[in-house]
């Protein structure tokens, strides 16, 4: 799916590591002050990231623990 849009799985794994990153940035900031726009944003990376995991196929067991 990935090579659909002109990704390679590289680049999608990498990806998937930027949005994880972020989807952990916006936890620690929703754990310490809760605030709905937040709570948007995080629900669009939640999103983003599924259909990344989706577009990148089976993912190594050691790599997936990183992922999560």
Do not use: C, N, W
Not at 5 to 18: A, H, I, N, Q, W
Not at 20 to 35: E, G, Q, V, Y
Not at 38 to 47: S, V
Request: hydrophobic share 50%.
């Amino acid at each position: 799916m990935a090579k659909t849009f002109g990704f390679t799985d590289d680049e999608v794994k990498l990806l998937l590591v930027s949005v994880r990153h972020m989807r952990r940035t916006f936890a620690l900031a929703l754990k310490s002050a809760p605030d709905p726009s937040l709570q948007a944003y995080a629900a669009l990376y939640d999103a983003l990231f599924e259909k990344l995991r989706d577009m990148a196929g089976p993912i190594p067991a050691g790599i997936e623990d990183v992922l999560e």
